[in-house]
């Protein structure tokens, strides 16, 4: 009984898988600054590197294809004059990528058609890609690019002159400050793009409502002196942090932006090591994955009644400094693929590794690849400023995994903020129209299919004599009260409805019966049936032989199949009940011992 006790979950066995040498992206030059990032970006074609790179910033951009060992001299994406401290792919456009750098300056690049590390031209003349758009309005360092996830050309820039700018990437200005006060450490945005959440060196979290310019909350975050971050839970009204404590111990904390003053159910000590945990969010498996910063382990967790359930840790020797994780539709499915990480080892190569859900798959598996966020975005730039809120829309896995290209699936995106944990409500919509087709709930229903099962049973019919005797014995008790002659004066009356004498035996055995299916089919119990075969038997056990004769000659016809059914019914109605009674008594008994067993393990 020990297995009722253990949660069941499809990720329960998630396995990370590390990756061949050869298979991996060498050569690298991995930007050692130490301002707290990712380093390392990703979508489904490419993949962007902070590169440590000398007259001015730098990063790189590798297609996916392209693993191996790098040649000496690439192509790089040149355009600040100081360091590249972090980078951002658009959601709606995977040619389309922004960077912050210390230059406080914010450049737009796109990656040119056919672009390649290996171009068919000498070393000398391989050319770097240049900015299609600069964006100035930060005196200081910008230190964070974000996108937003719902609307198309919003970005969210953070810099070291303590605001927040939201850029309209279109118009090439920004239209919003926030002003926070502080260093930004990270930040994220809800799934309709109407929230932002951030955390910053004065140790406060802060929601914010955006278009509004103000923080719709502000309270305090993790007491410990160093960095924490921050995640949004998909399409949930919910987020996630990670810090440390006041002991310097790492920790995870659950918030509902709903009542966002403390976590739901505090502070998760993790354990005592001193990187940063950098979280990530897989909305369609419900799981948070967290990759310490110096360490080579990656945790995760899956979301539960709002509590993170500890799945497994992927262990590695190899120490990170930069992460990332690849969106939903750029997974492996024929593999059961559920997710694939890019971490930096040695600031020499980026290694991916998989997650893996460990089942065959010979097969698209639906249960764990429902729809996701494609390419289209849920509204434009101008939309969003408007005020409008709404949810990308989403396209089926399965039209990716047959390799029919996105699909979009059908149903309603727009959704308020106060409804983000809810965007899954439509598709349960039809459970209430199943709701009536519950009557076949009746459980009695079940327990009714045995008895038609005995009823046809050609014991029941051959034993009828049998039957017989078992009903005389139940009447045997009530019987001796009443007198023979009202046995004989019950007939008269029938006598007045039907004029032949020798049928009047048979009316009253006919009236009965009714009377015991009707009680059957209201109580089903043997104690409304059991009158029943008192009121049947009269005729055939009154001491007279006169009346036998009478029903002898009757019954051999069409009575005596009659009152061997009744007696049939009335016989399954008793067995049917000490079956269940029986049942109930072996569930009580198992129940006790599961009990008292509990109350021996906890004592």
């Known amino acids: ?36 990032t990712n380093l390392v970006k990703v979508n489904p074609r490419y993949l962007s590197v902070n590169w440590e790179a000398g007259g001015g ?44 750098s210390d230059d406080g300056r914010i450049c737009l690049w796109r990656v040119p058609e056919g672009f390649t590390l290996s171009p068919d031209v000498d070393a000398d003349d391989i050319e770097d890609v240049k900015p299609v758009g600069k964006l100035s309005g930060h005196p200081k360092k910008v230190g964070h690019v974000l ?31 926030l002003n926070v006060g502080d260093i930004v450490q990270s930040q994220s945005w809800s799934a309709n793009g109407s929230l932002l959440v951030t955390t910053s060196r ?9 278009r509004q310019e103000r923080p719709a ?40 932006i709903r009542s966002p003053q403390l976590p739901v159910d505090g502070f998760k000590t993790l354990d005592s090591i001193s990187g940063v945990c950098m979280p990530f969010w897989d909305d369609g498996t419900q799981m948070l994955y967290l990759a310490g910063r110096g360490d080579g382990n990656i945790r995760y967790y899956e979301l539960e009644n709002d509590k993170f359930e500890y799945l497994s840790e992927y262990k590695s020797g190899d120490p990170q400094r930069g992460i990332a994780f690849m969106p939903k539709r750029g997974v492996n499915m024929h593999e059961n693929e559920v997710t694939r990480a890019f971490k930096t080892v040695n600031d020499t190569y980026i290694e991916p ?82 709701k009536p087709a519950s009557p076949v709930k009746k459980a009695p229903e079940p327990v009714s299919e045995p008895t038609p099962m005995a009823r046809p049973a050609p014991s029941m019919k051959d034993q009828g004599a049998s039957m017989a005797a078992m009903v005389n014995k139940f009447a045997d008790d009530d019987e001796p009260e009443q007198p023979s002659e009202s046995n004989f004066d019950e007939p008269s009356k029938p006598v007045e409805r039907a004029t032949r004498s020798p049928g009047t035996a048979s009316p009253a055995i006919k009236v009965s019966p009714p009377s015991v299916k009707e ?20 005729a055939p056990s009154t001491p007279s032989a ?51 067993s509990l109350k021996a393990k906890l004592g």
Request: charged fraction near 25%; hydrophobic fraction near 35%.
């Open 546 to 596: 006169q009346p036998s004769l009478p029903l002898t000659s009757t019954t051999g016809s069409v009575p005596a199949d009659t009152v061997s059914r009744e007696i049939g019914v009335v016989k399954d109605l008793l067995a049917e009940q000490t079956k269940t009674i029986a049942s109930q008594g072996q569930l009580i008994e198992k129940l006790t011992a599961e009990i008292e």
């Open 57 to 100: 910033g730098a990063f790189a951009v590798i297609p996916l294809s392209e693993y191996g060992k790098l040649p000496e001299r690439i192509p790089l994406f040149r355009g600040h004059t100081a360091v590249v401290l972090d980078t951002d792919w658009n959601p709606f456009n995977d040619d389309l990528i922004a960077s912050g």
């Open 217 to 256: 909350h502000e309270g305090p975050g993790h007491t410990g002196a160093k960095n924490s971050r921050s995640v949004w839970l998909g399409e949930r009204d919910r987020f996630a942090t990670t810090g440390f404590s006041k002991m310097s111990d790492r920790q995870l904390a659950l918030w509902d």
């Open 147 to 177: 996108f937003n996830p719902a609307a198309e050309n919003i970005l969210a820039t953070a810099s070291g002159d303590y605001t927040v700018k939201i850029w309209d990437i279109e118009a090439g200005a920004s239209k919003l400050t």
């Open 353 to 434: 590794i998989p997650f893996i859900v460990p089942r065959r798959a010979e097969t698209f598996q639906d249960d764990i690849y429902p729809p996701t966020t494609g390419l289209k975005p849920a509204m434009s730039s101008s939309e969003w400023f408007g005020g409008k809120e709404a949810i990308p829309p989403k396209i089926s896995m399965g039209s990716l995994y047959e390799g029919q290209g996105l699909k979009e699936v059908t149903g309603a995106q727009d959704k308020p903020t106060s409804s983000l944990g809810s965007e899954s409500k439509p598709e349960p919509k039809p459970e209430p129209e199943a």
């Open 519 to 538: 009680d059957s089919v209201k109580s089903q119990s043997p104690v409304s049936a059991s009158p029943s075969p008192v009121t049947c038997s009269p």
């Open 202 to 210: 004065d140790k406060k979290l802060r929601v914010w409502d955006v």
């Open 1 to 36: 009984m020990s297995g009722r006790f253990v949660r069941s979950s499809k990720y329960r066995h998630v396995f990370g898988r590390s990756t061949r040498k050869d298979q991996c992206y060498d050569n690298l030059r991995v930007s050692r600054n130490a301002w707290d």
